[in-house]
């Protein structure tokens, strides 16, 4: 019991200090910003222009200090901190987000967007705008969605079917919809943290898992799965998010300036993702891991076996919104 109350109190301490630290104006310049994904990444690039403009733009008066590789801790935790006000902003994958506002796993139904030109034109609308507006109720103020870009599957075996995942284990981000969408294809879903991935891949604990070519290769998962699947099947999107207790605290003209550079530098950072991606392939096909392309007829197939998770999902995300998406995507498809 004495033990149980000094862990209370030593929370309780970290929290009460912590709610004073974030509250001391002198730290209102400082801006922190997380992401999950290494220093040689679109999104780290993307970030040191972000913070170059804005310190730039602002004349010193934000400072904004990057944390790439979860070094503030993984992306709930940064989340946390963010709404705390510890942490003052960073690009959380969507599928995570949904841990605190449900209607941000829209975005990871599996084969919502059929195109990257697609999915840009339709989050940087109204709809995308929308969605980010909900992010307000939870101490966050969305700005604009970065990305990761398409995911693909990787197993120790290949895959031409849905057929091929059954009863096999799969590694999955912490998100009821991806878990739904493995389900669906008669795998077994196992969440495990990203940076623990490669270690449960090599050791069988499972046989596969989803990222985007980035993760794939940065993260080198293909050394320990034999297949790499191009699937495009869904997509993993980051929002770039702030701090809404830190964000209200400045003034207009940077409040401005962080949204501006935050949208401008969206561009850059989804063609470097995209202009990446040609050499992430051939750094995988090097390693002599088997590169395979699903056809149009077993996309399909794969597409008919996920499609109930979408109805599944359609009241936590708000059937209003999800209309509004799929009529947006529709247009942006024409």
């Excluded at 946390?80 to 209607?103: C, D, E, H, R, Y």
């Excluded at 120790?156 to 981000?173: C, E, L, T």
């Amino acid at each position: 019991m004495k033990n149980t109350f000094k862990r209370l109190f030593g929370l309780t301490a970290v929290a009460l200090g912590l709610a004073g630290f974030v509250a001391t104006p002198a730290m209102a310049g400082v801006m922190k910003f997380h992401h999950d994904l290494p220093e040689d990444s679109a999104q780290h690039a993307a970030a040191v222009k972000f913070k170059e403009a804005v310190e730039s733009r602002t004349n010193g008066e934000i400072v904004v200090k990057l944390f790439p590789s979860n070094a503030l801790g993984n992306d709930v935790e940064a989340t946390q901190q963010m709404q705390l006000g510890a942490i003052q902003g960073g690009i959380i994958p969507t599928a995570k987000l949904s841990n605190f506002v449900t209607a941000m796993q829209l975005i990871d139904l599996p084969f919502m967007f059929p195109s990257p030109k697609v999915v840009h034109q339709v989050l940087d609308g109204a709809a995308g705008k929308k969605l980010l507006g909900t992010l307000d109720k939870v101490g966050l103020k969305g700005l604009t969605f970065w990305e990761s870009g398409f995911k693909q599957f990787t197993c120790d075996h290949p895959v031409k079917s849905p057929a091929d995942f059954v009863g096999h284990k799969v590694r999955v981000m912490q998100s009821p919809i991806i878990m739904e969408q493995f389900k669906a294809l008669g795998a077994n879903p196992v969440p495990i943290a990203f940076t623990e991935t490669y270690s449960a891949l090599q050791q069988k604990v499972v046989e596969c898992q989803e990222n985007p070519l980035v993760s794939i290769t940065k993260m080198k998962f293909y050394e320990v799965q034999s297949d790499v699947i191009i699937s495009n099947h869904a997509y993993l999107g980051y929002a770039f998010v702030v701090s809404k207790r830190w964000f209200d605290d400045l003034s207009d003209a940077n409040k401005k300036i962080v949204s501006d550079a935050a949208i401008e530098f969206t561009a850059f950072e989804r063609e470097d993702t995209a202009r990446r991606e040609a050499g992430y392939l051939e750094t995988i096909k090097a390693s002599g891991t088997n590169i395979s392309h699903l056809t149009p007829e077993e996309l399909t197939k794969f597409q008919d076996a996920t499609r109930s998770v979408h109805e599944k999902f359609a009241d936590d995300i708000g059937r209003d919104l999800l209309t509004a998406f799929y009529e947006e995507i529709k247009k942006a498809s024409q």
